[in-house]
């Protein structure tokens, strides 16, 4: 594959590998990363038109439109940051700063951090910087992603970002292949040999860049509870519906209406206050999204809610690379097709999306695997990591699948596809496809480590039939069942 443009030019004055791309393509770098971050140990790198803010011997670049938040100690002293959109576990947005529990010099510091760093929802990156703690916490699946390189002590949100050097091929991988969408990026994998990418619920330690789990904790236990699905589905949607209105209330939020599960999930926990979101729309652009917004339409025709439709626009060339860039060249998803609609969206809104939704239909299990211990071809197939046989694909990469499968506790490991989908896909996936839009912000209300959990006490055979996803609507607003899902 010809490297993506601007691989093989020179660098200059330390620049990244995005900033010699954008001013080649003549693009304005400070708009188009507006949504991304850069922390690094060189106190001499810079990113023109990003934020600044030093701490600890750590520079953090960021985006003019990425919120950002103190992390505070009890005695109001700031040691570390949070970017990006959070809620806590009662559905309160943290503003300008959350307070940690415990003082950094308690022994308990990190143990009392990581709970309140998990009660929160949302997308977001948690840095922390004391003198004896420094680590870096992404939200459960990775929504603002978190690349590497232990070479250069430096993190951050893209691989372009990253790199002030030519890229140095990953050998496991094809770029063109990635790119295209006919294999994925995963467990731990750029396409640069030096930059890794973060797996979710591990904490990276900032001083050796070794990951650690920290969420499910090792004494996690799980047992199926189908018998309380009722109760369940209920305490979910109090909570996801906390968590809507406090999205609808404080931004300008565009919620996406299709006739899928995810979104009459979230129409349903946000009924209370769907009539205060800018814009309900959908956008259309094959067959499939064409019969989505039409039933989207009768779904909401019955509660005279307004919505607006994006007719289809082919992505232009320049229009992709920017995107492709934007993601770090990390993986594809077919809404890239829709990407021209999408970006005519209003400026400057939240887009309320699902994506960890997805588990409450348990989108991960095939039918033959229901009822079955842990089948590594299918577990890797999922991954998309070879275009090879299921087998072949098994032995080329399950023993690191199995590896990853060890930090997991044992009482929870029979949902391995669930546990696999937020920790190894999404952060090349959704993290990535999220990453690339720099005119918004797309967020997943149910990126919630408690609302996933209560999910897989579900199981997986009950969710894949369809009728949690019923329990779940029906809690709240059961007329909304009387269009069928497409």
């Known amino acids: 594959m ?140 990775s929504a603002i992603p978190l690349l590497f390189d232990q070479s250069r002590c430096t993190i951050g949100s893209s691989l372009g970002l990253m790199l002030d050097r030519r890229l140095d091929p990953n ?147 320049a229009e992709m690379a920017d995107m492709r860039l934007k993601m770090g060249w990390s993986g594809y998803r077919y809404e890239l097709n829709a990407l021209p609609m999408m970006e005519d969206y209003p400026l400057d809104q939240l887009v309320l999306r699902g994506g960890v939704l997805e588990a409450t239909r348990a989108n991960q299990w095939q039918p033959d695997a229901l009822g079955r211990p842990l089948q590594l071809p299918i577990a890797v197939r999922r991954l998309r990591l070879t275009k090879g046989d299921d087998q072949a694909a098994a032995e080329e990469w399950g023993p690191a699948f199995l590896e990853w499968l060890e930090t997991q506790p044992q009482a929870i490991r029979h949902r391995a596809y669930d546990l696999a989908h937020v920790d190894l896909w999404m952060p090349n996936t959704g993290g990535a496809f999220y990453n690339g839009f720099h005119r918004n912000t797309l967020l997943d209300p149910f990126n919630d480590r408690a609302l996933f959990f209560d999910t897989l006490r579900i199981s997986p055979r009950m969710r894949k039939s369809g009728q949690f996803v019923r329990e779940l609507v029906a809690s709240r607003h059961p007329e909304l069942l009387e269009q069928p899902f497409h």
């Open 171 to 317: 050998p496991q991988f094809s770029a063109l292949e990635v790119v295209r969408g006919r294999m994925a990026l995963g467990l731990g994998h750029t396409l640069d040999r030096a930059v890794k990418r973060g797996i979710s619920n591990h904490y990276l330690d900032l001083e050796t860049f070794a990951q650690h789990r920290f969420w499910p904790r090792p004494d996690a236990e799980l047992t199926d509870a189908d018998g309380d699905a009722a109760e369940i589905a209920d305490r979910m949607m109090t909570r996801l519906g906390a968590h809507m209105r406090t999205w609808a209330t404080r931004f300008d939020c565009i919620f996406p209406i299709t006739g899928g599960r995810d979104s009459r999930i979230l129409l349903a926990a946000a009924m209370p206050v769907v009539g205060r979101m800018a814009e309900l729309s959908g956008y259309r652009f094959h067959n499939p999204s064409r019969i989505d917004t039409k039933r989207a339409r009768e779904v909401l025709a019955p509660l005279n809610l307004p919505y607006k439709q994006y007719f289809r626009k082919a992505p232009r060339h």
């Open 2 to 141: 010809t490297p993506p443009d601007g691989l093989r030019r020179d660098f200059g004055d330390g620049a990244s590998l995005a900033e010699v791309i954008a001013a080649r393509r003549g693009r304005d770098f400070a708009f188009l990363f507006r949504n991304q971050y850069v922390l690094t140990a060189e106190s001499g790198r810079s990113f023109p038109g990003l934020n600044r803010t030093a701490m600890q011997g750590w520079a953090l670049h960021h985006g003019k439109a990425l919120r950002l938040a103190a992390l505070r100690s009890p005695d109001g002293s700031q040691i570390g940051f949070l970017l990006g959109h959070a809620l806590t576990g009662d559905s309160a947005l943290v503003e300008t700063a959350l307070e940690l529990p415990a003082n950094p010099a308690a022994p308990d510091f990190a143990a009392r951090t990581e709970a309140v760093l998990t009660e929160l929802s949302g997308r977001y990156l948690a840095i922390v910087l004391t003198e004896r703690v420094k680590r870096a916490y992404t939200d459960m699946s």
